[in-house]
Nanobody, 117 residues
Framework: QVQLVESGGGLVHPGGSLRLSCAASGRTFSINIMDWYRQIPGKERELVATFTSGGTTNYADSVKGRFTISRDNANNTVHLQMNSLKPEDTALYYC???????????WGQGTQVTVSS
């Protein structure tokens, strides 16, 4: 099985920055892509940032130019650098992994990001 563990969430003022990290363990060879989602209470979980099959990055329109996703394949980690944070970025952020050979999705437990003055 695969375990995903997020870290780096917290409380930050508007305009501030946070860096989220996600470490994968277990059968990491079965993971194709690791990326980031977020969920606000009462709303559906949404994709924040991901990698394409060609290795480029895609972002939700709401975070383009402010968030950067990166990965360290050797250490099975993925990061999300979040700059110029806004109150509307407040959400539970989830690390997600797509199974390489099936439609199985792996999820972390989530890390809370709160942007407030």
């Amino acid at each position: 099985q695969v375990q995903l563990v997020e870290s780096g969430g917290g409380l930050v003022h508007p305009g501030g920055s946070l860096r989220l990290s996600c470490a994968a363990s277990g059968r990491t060879f079965s993971i194709n892509i690791m990326d980031w989602y977020r969920q606000i209470p009462g709303k559906e979980r949404e994709l924040v940032a991901t990698f394409t099959s060609g290795g480029t990055t895609n972002y939700a329109d709401s975070v383009k130019g402010r968030f950067t996703i990166s990965r360290d394949n050797a250490n099975n980690t993925v990061h999300l650098q979040m700059n110029s944070l806004k109150p509307e970025d407040t959400a539970l952020y989830y690390c997600h992994g797509q199974h390489r050979w099936s439609t199985i999705n792996f999820w972390g437990q989530g890390t809370q990001v709160t942007v407030s003055s």
